[in-house]
C-alpha cells in the first residue's frame, strides 16, 4: 500500500474495533420513523437535508457503516447501495437488514476506490462516512465518477469551527478559542486514536468541489434545538447552540 494511504488499512481495524459501541445506535437508527442527522438527531424534517422526491432514485453511501442511511433511503423509496470498508460494521448492517426485512446491496470496499460503473448514481451520500475517513482528494473524484450528469453529492461533517476548537483528548469539552490553524487543515491524527480523520477549510473545498464539477447548492450549518440530548461527550449543548459543531454540504454534478 501507498504509505501516503496508510489511512485505510488503520481506519478499517479501528472501525472493526469500534462496530460493537455502535449496534445500539445502529439499531435505534434503523428503527427510526424519519431521518434525523449528526450527533444531535437534528429532525430532517426541520432541515431539509434530502430531495422530497427519493422514489426510483439509485443512491450510493459512501462509508455507510450499519447503513442506517441507507434504510431511511430505501423506506422512501429509493434504490440504495451501501460501501464500507469494515467487515464489522456491514455485518450488523445486514443483521439489520433481515431484522427489519429491508434489503439492499452492502458492498465491502473504500470509498476511493468503489467497483461500481460510471454514472450509476442520482445520489451519493456520506454522514460520517467517506466525509471524513477518506480524503477528499480522492473520494469526491470518486463520487463525480460514480453520479449521472446533475446528480447530487451530500455529505455532513464536523464543522471547520469545532476542528479548529477541538482539544487533542476528545473527551475535553471543545475550547471557545480556536486551537490550531485554519491554513493547512487536512489530515488530523488524534494522540489517543490510531484512526486518520480529513477535514478541509471552506475554501479549499469549495476549490474542490468546484475542480472536480459540482456546483454547490447549500451548506446547512447544524444547530441542535433546545433540550436535545446526544450519546457522545462532547460538546455540550450550550456549545453547540452557539457555534455549528457539524455542516451538511449538498452539491450537484454539471448536467
Known amino acids: 500500500m501507498d504509505p501516503a494511504r496508510d489511512y485505510l488499512e488503520r481506519n478499517r481495524s479501528a472501525w472493526n474495533r469500534r462496530a460493537a459501541d455502535y449496534v445500539e445506535t445502529a439499531e435505534r437508527n434503523w428503527a427510526a420513523s424519519g431521518a434525523s442527522w449528526g450527533r444531535w438527531s437534528v429532525p430532517e424534517s426541520a432541515l431539509g437535508v434530502l430531495p422530497a422526491q427519493l422514489v426510483g432514485?439509485?443512491?450510493?453511501?459512501?462509508?455507510?457503516?450499519?447503513?442506517?442511511?441507507?434504510?431511511?433511503?430505501?423506506?422512501?423509496?429509493?434504490?440504495?447501495v451501501g460501501v464500507d470498508q469494515s467487515e464489522e460494521q456491514l455485518a450488523t448492517a445486514a443483521r439489520l437488514q433481515a431484522e427489519h426485512e429491508l434489503r439492499f446491496p452492502l458492498l465491502h470496499a473504500n470509498a476511493e476506490q468503489v467497483p461500481l460503473a460510471d454514472a450509476s448514481f442520482d445520489i451519493a451520500i456520506s454522514e460520517y462516512g467517506a466525509s471524513i475517513w477518506c480524503?477528499?482528494?480522492?473520494?469526491?473524484?470518486?463520487?463525480?465518477?460514480?453520479?449521472?450528469?446533475?446528480?447530487?453529492?451530500?455529505?455532513?461533517?464536523?464543522?471547520?469551527?469545532?476542528?479548529?476548537?477541538?482539544?487533542?483528548?476528545?473527551?475535553?469539552?471543545?475550547?471557545?478559542?480556536?486551537?490550531?490553524?485554519?491554513?493547512?487543515?487536512?489530515?488530523?491524527?488524534?494522540?489517543?486514536?490510531?484512526?486518520?480523520?480529513?477535514?478541509?477549510?471552506?475554501?479549499?473545498?469549495?476549490?474542490?468541489?468546484?475542480?472536480?464539477?459540482?456546483?454547490?447548492?447549500?451548506?446547512?450549518?447544524?444547530?441542535?434545538?433546545?433540550?436535545?440530548?446526544?450519546?457522545?461527550?462532547?460538546?455540550?449543548?450550550?456549545?453547540?447552540?452557539?457555534?455549528?459543531?457539524?455542516?451538511?454540504?449538498?452539491?450537484?454534478k454539471a448536467g
Open 57 to 80: 432514485l439509485d443512491c450510493v453511501e459512501l462509508g455507510c457503516g450499519t447503513a442506517y442511511v441507507s434504510a431511511w433511503l430505501a423506506r422512501r423509496g429509493a434504490r440504495p
Open 135 to 252: 480524503d477528499p482528494y480522492r473520494w469526491i473524484p470518486e463520487a463525480v465518477r460514480l453520479l449521472r450528469p446533475g446528480g447530487q453529492l451530500i455529505f455532513l461533517v464536523n464543522s471547520v469551527i469545532a476542528m479548529l476548537c477541538e482539544p487533542e483528548d476528545e473527551t475535553v469539552q471543545p475550547s471557545n478559542q480556536m486551537l490550531r490553524p485554519y491554513f493547512g487543515m487536512h489530515r488530523f491524527e488524534w494522540p489517543q486514536d490510531e484512526s486518520v480523520e480529513f477535514h478541509l477549510p471552506h475554501g479549499e473545498l469549495i476549490a474542490l468541489l468546484r475542480a472536480n464539477g459540482f456546483a454547490v447548492e447549500e451548506l446547512i450549518e447544524l444547530r441542535p434545538p433546545e433540550g436535545s440530548s446526544t450519546r457522545y461527550p462532547t460538546p455540550t449543548l450550550e456549545w453547540a447552540r452557539q457555534w455549528p459543531c457539524e455542516e451538511i454540504w449538498k452539491a450537484r
